[in-house]
Each structure stands twice: as C-alpha cells, then as structure tokens.
C-alpha cells in the first residue's frame, strides 16, 4: 500500500507565495514520475507540473515562470513552490505519483490540499 499525503495549502493573498509538499511512504521500490494536478470547483482536474526521477520538468502554460517543482528522489517528496499567486490559481492542489513497487508501476493520487488565494 502506498500513500501519498500533501501538506502546505492554505490562504494567501495575491502576489503571496505558498509551498507544498507531498510525501510518498510505503512499500516503494522507486517512484518515476512525479506531480502536481489542480481542481477549481466546477471545473476538470488539470496538470500544473511534473517531474521525472531524473529532474526533467514540465509545466502548464499558465504556471510558467511563477511556479517552480522540485522533488527529493531520497525522501520521496515532490514540492510545489508557487511565487506570485492569482485569485486564479485557486483550487485543490493534488500529487501524483507513478510509482514502481517490484514487479507493477502503478500510479497513486493524494488526497488533495486547499489552495485559496484571496484578498
């Protein structure tokens, strides 16, 4: 069993900045593909950034040059630093995870973490 837990979200006023972090635990042989996907309410649950084992990065368009991804390959933690944030970028933030145990990769969703960003 796998679990990923997020932590981190919270209330910011625009132009504020928030870091998440989600860890990884459990019976883990390796995690390949790490993320960060967003739900706005009433709307689908989109991609916002991703990251391979290796540090390739990869980011939505309306994140580009505001939000920066990183992860810890020991820890098995990927972090969300977002720096001048929008009433847009208001959502559920959740991880997401592709992650190897022996002889299956499977892929595991957290549980999500409340971003608001309001004035």
């Known amino acids: 069993q796998v679990q990923l837990v997020e932590s981190g979200g919270g209330l910011v006023q625009p132009g504020g900045s928030l870091r998440l972090s989600c860890v990884a635990s459990?019976?883990?042989?390796?995690?390949?593909?790490m993320g960060w996907y967003r739900q706005a309410p009433g709307k689908e649950r989109d991609l916002v950034a991703t990251?391979?084992?290796?540090?390739?990065?990869n980011y939505a368009d309306a994140v580009k040059g505001r939000f920066t991804i990183s992860r810890d390959n020991a820890k098995n933690t990927v972090y969300l630093q977002m720096n001048s944030l929008k009433p847009e970028d208001t959502a559920v933030y959740y991880c997401?995870?592709?992650?190897?145990?022996?002889?299956?990769?499977?892929?595991?969703w957290g549980q999500g973490t409340q971003v608001t960003v309001s004035s």
């Open positions: 990251i391979t084992s290796g540090g390739s990065t």
């Open positions: 459990g019976s883990i042989f390796s995690i390949n593909v």
């Open positions: 997401n995870a592709d992650v190897q145990l022996t002889l299956h990769a499977y892929n595991y």
